[in-house]
């Protein structure tokens, strides 16, 4: 199918109040015309630059989600426009981001990223640091950043109880936080490969690239 095909698709499966992040890290802005052009406005990129030079390129009402690990030297570029940032696994970095959205006059929305999956390779901050984090008097002085909910990646592998696992986890941890922190209200969590137990397990954000766009060229 082409990519409008299956931007179509896939909003015509996803229930209303999930968004659908295409994952278009590595795609060439024809392929983001061709989604954006399908109804599609929320992509994700895994680089700041890539993404600065499509955001450059293309049409201004599309919100942009970074979705991979972030150096904190270069969250200047991004920080003019960028709508969230998924995966955020420190005060620190936290602290770099409110202090470039303070230099650009706005407020950026982030994700905590939460380690679920077995993998050393993966991301992300135990339950507990993240609530430090935001307990903490230093986060609560941050005025140009909200963390809006939290990220996570399950294992990957083919044992989808192992994936529903970790997904049920990072979903009770969820409306756990939602009691105590009232910004908390997405829940990023499934992928191509495992996006329908994601769904199951309560997310309401999906990153969906390979199902969209096809193969990536790395």
Request: aromatic share 8%.
């Amino acid at each position: 199918m082409s990519i409008a095909e299956n931007i179509k698709k896939y909003r015509t499966e996803l229930p209303e109040d999930v968004t659908l992040v295409a994952i278009s890290k590595t795609k060439p802005t024809e392929d983001l015309l061709e989604a954006y052009e399908a109804g599609q406005r929320h992509f994700g990129e895994n680089k700041i630059q890539e993404m600065t030079e499509k955001w450059e390129e293309l049409p201004k009402d599309i919100k942009w989600h970074m979705v991979g690990h972030v150096q904190r030297n270069k969250v200047k570029y991004m920080a003019p426009y960028v709508s969230l940032i998924h995966a955020v696994d420190s005060l620190k970095l936290l602290k770099e981001i409110n202090k470039e959205a303070d230099k650009n006059e706005r407020s950026i929305d982030c994700l905590l990223q939460i380690k679920i999956a077995e993998e050393e390779s993966k991301y992300g901050i135990s339950t507990e640091e993240a609530r430090e984090i935001l307990d903490s008097d230093k986060f609560k002085s941050l005025n140009h950043i909200k963390v809006k909910g939290l990220m996570g990646m399950a294992t990957f592998t083919d044992d989808e109880s192992q994936v529903k696992k970790e997904f049920e986890h990072l979903k009770s941890v969820f409306d756990d936080f939602k009691e105590t922190y009232s910004d908390m209200n997405i829940l990023s969590m499934g992928m191509s490969g495992d996006y329908k137990i994601a769904l199951d397990s309560g997310s309401n954000m999906v990153r969906i690239g390979s199902d969209i766009f096809g193969e990536r060229n790395y």
